[in-house]
């Protein structure tokens, strides 16, 4: 079975400027997350679709950041303008209404200079 | 939001000692899931439990559900260098399919 699959693998951008992320998860996985993860933290959701709606983006920083899952497949984050506290890697997952647990992408690192 | 608090925050330990890492909260979950990460990847799921006072092996793995599933650890036989990475554990709230993930624990088996 193939994995999640993310794009770019990295990205260095200066501050104010915009980029974006692309997430391709597991086929047949409805749920979809992405999760900001600081070096060496615990990832933290941003924001969780079900097919291709919204369950849950209360943790996103809504004034910058922006998410969208068309067709209920592939999924773009975006962030405009970027600060430099943005810089961490952004890691997208997938799983099943009722799975064993989430598969992970190997995340996007940011860094914002 | 639910908080996990893993400890240790960091652990640097010799090939062929034992190690236990803690996940506590104040809340309860549903289920508690662990992963492990590598550097430039992504975590990785080791294991899940779902009913108080489980326990369940890996290999050298043991990991525990509290009674109250507000905790869990997990205990290290013999840390090989592989088993170097950083320590996930993650509560699932009700029903929701959302996971909350802890603060993460460190590990470096060094020779």
């Known amino acids: 079975e193939a994995g999640v699959a993310q794009s770019p693998r990295y990205k260095i951008i200066e501050k104010r400027q915009s980029v974006a992320f692309w997430c391709n998860p597991i086929?047949?996985?409805?749920?979809l997350y992405w999760y900001q993860q600081i070096l060496g933290q615990g990832p933290k959701l941003l924001i969780q679709?079900?097919?291709?709606?919204?369950?849950?983006d209360s943790q996103l920083p809504k004034d910058r950041f922006s998410a969208e899952r068309l067709k209920g497949v592939d999924s773009t984050l975006k962030i405009q303008p970027a600060k430099l506290e943005d810089s961490a890697v952004y890691l997208c997952?997938?799983?099943?209404?009722?799975?064993?647990?989430?598969?992970f992408g190997s995340g996007t690192r940011l860094t914002v200079v | 939001t639910q908080l996990l608090e893993q400890s240790p925050q960091f652990l640097s330990i010799q090939e062929g000692e034992n190690l236990t890492v803690y996940c506590n909260s104040s809340?309860?979950?549903?289920?508690l899931q662990w992963y492990r990460q590598e550097p430039g990847e992504g975590p990785v799921l080791l294991v899940t439990v779902v009913t108080g006072g489980e326990v369940k092996k890996l290999k050298r793995l043991t990991f525990q559900f509290g009674d109250a599933r507000k905790d869990s650890s997990l205990h290290i036989t013999a840390a090989q260098p592989g088993d170097t990475g950083l320590y996930l554990c993650?509560?699932?709230?009700?029903?929701?399919?959302?996971?909350?993930f802890g603060t993460g624990t460190q590990l470096k088996v060094e020779l």
């Open positions: 086929s047949g996985h409805a749920t």
């Open positions: 809340s309860v979950f549903s289920s």
């Open positions: 997952a997938s799983s099943l209404d009722r799975g064993p647990g989430y598969t």
């Open positions: 679709f079900q097919n291709n709606g919204v369950v849950d």
């Open positions: 993650a509560g699932e709230e009700g029903g929701g399919n959302k996971l909350t």
